[in-house]
């Protein structure tokens, strides 16, 4: 559960994924319900269901959802098959390192198997899917615990793109962090970036903080810069989709810029991610893979042409962030301090 009254991001229900459609908000709350695993799939490459830990919930009830539509009990062929479902699966979207991460888990899961007979083991899919879940809104709670103490009574706190329930399993991580600090009664007031060209900020964080009675005011992405100079920014949380291991986070594109403008204005910048998305077989953020997705996002607004006809767009979907101008990235275990490259070793070893 989200814990936002009336909603869940994604939940298992009678051998169905059902998720929220985000593609419809903020006009409309409706449910997907999905039977076959390639519908979550499509879900995800869709941006119905986004943000990396959701992505990485999805993907593990989606190799669930796969592994029950084997018709056999034969232990050999359900492997085959599982592991053609989860390479389907692992191809929904590059950056966020959450989905193959969800994928590993549960193939060790059915790697460590050693039943001659498939029934178990598919409920036993069924059950870490399900868990994974559960453990992700426990770690986002906790990095909420750690991450609202650096959020100040009567401090503006600025956020880009979508980090809250929606993002995740449940209750958010940079949002999480946020409304951490509210719900210590902190008197906080939040600066939602909105997030072209999809408009996360606009539509759902903005949308989030509604539901959740969090005073805030939308703001465009350019913006961003005139508020840190006039000095009506206090710190800045935003969330991450893979974070290498030097400290290095890919998030939504225009995050870079952020960070850039908040260090030369001396501006506390944070990343609240859970470990899932560090991937330390990575050196640096040049090695993170970055979306590129249909130029009719940049060109179109909800599906209405803004741009010239045959006018050229490059659609980024997420940019790096050098681990230079990261104050700190807030995790369930710590919260990891510059220099980042040694605190993100250590967190590795934790």
């Not at 966020?96 to 899919?125: C, G």
């Not at 868990?131 to 009567?154: P, T």
Request: hydrophobic letters at 45%; one cysteine or more; glycine letters at 8%.
């Amino acid at each position: 559960m989200t814990d936002i009254p009336g909603y869940d991001t994604i939940r298992w229900d009678n051998d169905q994924v059902v998720l929220i459609d985000q593609r419809r908000l903020p006009e409309e709350e409706i449910y997907l319900s999905c039977t076959d695993y390639r519908e979550v799939v499509d879900a995800i490459r869709t941006l119905a269901i986004r943000g990396a830990p959701a992505i990485g919930v999805a993907a593990a009830m989606a190799a669930a959802l796969g592994a029950l539509r084997f018709p056999h009990t034969d232990i050999d062929g359900f492997r085959r098959h599982f592991r053609d479902v989860c390479q389907v699966i692992g191809t929904a979207r590059p950056t966020a390192v959450n989905l193959t991460w969800a994928l590993e888990r549960m193939m060790s899961l059915v790697a460590a198997n050693v039943h001659p007979d498939s029934s178990a083991l598919k409920t036993r899919l069924v059950a870490e899917a399900k868990a994974i879940l559960q453990e992700d809104i426990a770690i986002n709670r906790q990095i909420g615990v750690l991450g609202q103490e650096l959020i100040h009574d009567g401090d503006t706190v600025l956020t880009h793109c979508n980090a809250g329930g929606l993002a995740t399993g449940g209750y958010g991580t940079a949002v999480g962090v946020i409304r951490a600090a509210w719900e210590a009664g902190k008197k906080i007031h939040v600066l939602v970036d909105e997030t072209r060209p999809i408009l996360q900020g606009a539509r759902l964080t903005a949308w989030e903080m509604m539901k959740l009675g969090i005073p805030h005011t939308l703001i465009t992405d350019n913006a961003a810069a005139a508020l840190m100079a006039n000095g009506k920014v206090n710190v800045i949380v935003v969330g991450a989709d893979r974070i290498a291991a030097n400290g290095d986070a890919a998030n939504k594109i225009g995050t870079y810029g952020v960070a850039v403008v908040a260090q030369y204005h001396r501006i506390p910048f944070y990343v609240a991610a859970p470990r899932s998305t560090f991937d330390f077989t990575l050196s640096d953020g040049s090695q993170i893979p970055i979306e590129e997705r249909d130029p009719e996002e940049v060109t179109h607004i909800r599906g209405r042409r803004i741009a010239p006809e045959g006018c050229r767009a490059l659609n980024l979907a997420f940019d790096v962030t050098p681990h230079g101008l990261i104050s700190g990235i807030i995790t369930e275990k710590s919260v990891c301090r510059p220099p980042l490259p040694q605190s993100v070793s250590a967190l590795r070893q934790a």
